[in-house]
Nanobody, 115 residues
């Protein structure tokens, strides 16, 4: 049974930081391209960052310079370090695992940026 479990969301003030984690089980983690998406109320889900098995990471323009994605293949976990958070970063953040043949999603974790 495949599971992606996100954690680390919460309420933070503008300018603050959060670190999201996504722990995967039931897949050969190193073979999957991992990504973070987010969906704000009334908006479509959008790509935040994507990281393959190598070290190359791509980010949405809106988060470049503020967010950093990393993975630990030994722990089957990906992370999203979010700094200098803004109210417009408020959304449910989802983890996705993609092997071209199979795609899996986590249940999401809420991030709210508000004073």
């Amino acid at each position: 049974q495949v599971q992606l479990v996100e954690s680390g969301g919460g309420l933070v003030q503008p300018g603050g930081s959060l670190r999201l984690s996504c722990a995967a089980s039931g897949i050969t983690f190193s073979m999957y391209v991992m990504a973070w998406y987010r969906q704000a109320p009334g908006k479509q889900r959008e790509l935040v960052a994507v990281l393959g098995s190598g070290s190359s990471t791509n980010y949405a323009d809106s988060v470049k310079g503020r967010f950093s994605m990393s993975r630990d293949n030994a722990k089957n976990t990906v992370y999203l370090q979010m700094n200098n958070l803004k109210p417009e970063d408020t959304a449910v953040y989802y983890c996705k695992a993609d092997s071209r043949f199979k795609v899996y999603w986590g249940q999401g974790t809420q991030v709210t940026v508000s004073s």
